[in-house]
């Protein structure tokens, strides 16, 4: 008979909701999709050709496992002119397999089982799964009574003498809400009171709207840089989903181990895919900003046409979501996401994809033409105008 496999993972990690909704959305003909997590934008012209030239002149072998040196240095340049951080090209920077990994090997370099992750909630579900794959506990904290932002108060509530990490995702997927430097100054009080360790994915930080050139970052306040792992990448902001090139900057004393844990579990990301980014921080990364005001006017349409619906919705000032609040239907997420899907072809993300605190809402993406929403939002007014006549 087989040996049983590592139930302590294997029966709490699930398929995430966005997926297994997908699924679901892929056996419906005609259906509009305000589900996607990636911009529809191509990727910019001259990081592809620094792709293309790259396999073309034979980069196709390893890089160090730390990554490509003049990609780190790239980095390093970025976060000091965006940041004004320090961080040595050569010691303190990891190139990853995008953010997932990043996140991953962070969470297995940090945490040992039972350590205790506090986690805002909503949430990325990846960093669910990643604290399930280091036997942590996680602690979720519902952040639906405070604009979803982490607040002071929350976070000293929630941290006991086994809390080690918190993580920090602002811009937020998937409500869209940001911090102010004000606001990471008062949790990192708390932070370096309690002396924890802090992950902040800033993966959306360059999508950010409302006059605001760029998210702030906790790494950037005294006393914090020792102590934090930044997670960012090319993913989002210059459409690279699929090159699959992300970072962790840190301390060098954290470097140091979690090199050993990303070398056992990818060697390294694709050396073609890494001299693309070096273009995409670099030549091209004038065409995220042009993209943050492409995003801006997309969300402008959208939250025009929820607020005429007298909707409730967390207005977003970064990533390309809208959380939209669905508590007056009286129905949980996955089933209204349903009813949308199968009477009026329109596919939103239940929110319990999200933790159980995002049950009352559905997440929206704008990372679409604005002709789709357009189109998506009539569908949207059809399905809560029978809902609301359904409720009276």
Not at 139 to 167: C, H, M, R, W, Y
Not at 264 to 277: E, L, N, R, T
Not at 304 to 328: H, M, Q, T, W
Not at 346 to 369: H, I, M, T
Request: charged letters at 20%; aromatic letters at 8%; one cysteine or more.
């Amino acid at each position: 008979m087989v040996k049983a496999l590592n139930n302590n993972v294997t029966k709490n990690l699930q398929r995430t909701g966005i997926r297994r909704f997908n699924e679901l959305v892929a056996k419906v003909p005609g259906a509009i999709k305000l589900t996607v997590g990636e911009i529809d934008l191509p990727t910019p012209a001259n990081t592809k050709l620094r792709g293309i030239n790259a396999i073309t002149e034979n980069v196709t072998k390893y890089t160090p496992n730390a990554g490509d040196l003049e990609l780190r240095t790239t980095i390093s340049e970025y976060l000091a002119a965006h940041y004004h951080l320090n961080y040595s090209a050569k010691d303190e920077i990891i190139v990853t397999v995008g953010g997932s990994e990043a996140i991953d090997t962070s969470f297995r370099t940090i945490l040992e089982p039972e350590d205790e992750i506090i986690i805002p909630a909503p949430c990325f579900p990846g960093y669910l799964g990643s604290g399930i794959l280091s036997q942590s506990k996680i602690v979720l904290v519902d952040t639906s009574s405070s604009g979803f932002k982490l607040t002071p108060e929350q976070l000293e509530n929630s941290i006991t003498d086994a809390t080690k990490l918190v993580v920090l995702n602002y811009p937020n997927n998937p409500t869209g809400s940001i911090l102010t430097t004000e606001e990471l100054e008062a949790l990192a009080k708390i932070i370096i009171k309690h002396d924890l360790y802090v992950l902040t994915d800033e993966m959306y930080a360059t999508l950010v709207y409302d006059g605001i050139d760029i998210a702030p970052s906790i790494a950037a306040i005294d006393g914090m840089k020792e102590r934090t792992i930044i997670v960012n990448g090319v993913s989002k902001s210059s459409s690279m989903t699929g090159w699959r090139v992300g970072y962790i900057a840190t301390s060098a004393a954290i470097v140091e181990q979690a090199l050993k844990v990303h070398q056992y579990a990818v060697a390294s990301p694709a050396s073609m895919a890494q001299k693309a980014a070096i273009t995409a921080l670099t030549t091209d990364f004038p065409e995220t900003q042009k993209m943050s005001a492409l995003f801006e006017h997309r969300r402008d349409v959208l939250v025009s046409y929820l607020s005429k619906l007298d909707l409730k919705f967390n207005r977003p000032v970064g990533a390309f979501y809208c959380f939209l609040d669905i508590s007056e239907f009286g129905m949980d997420s996955w089933s209204f996401a349903e009813k949308m899907l199968y009477d009026y072809k329109l596919a939103v993300v239940p929110g319990n994809s999200f933790s159980e605190y995002g049950d009352n809402y559905v997440r929206l993406s704008f990372a679409v033409d604005e002709k789709i929403i357009v189109e998506a939002m009539k569908r949207l007014t059809a399905g809560v105008t029978e809902l609301r006549k359904r409720n009276v």
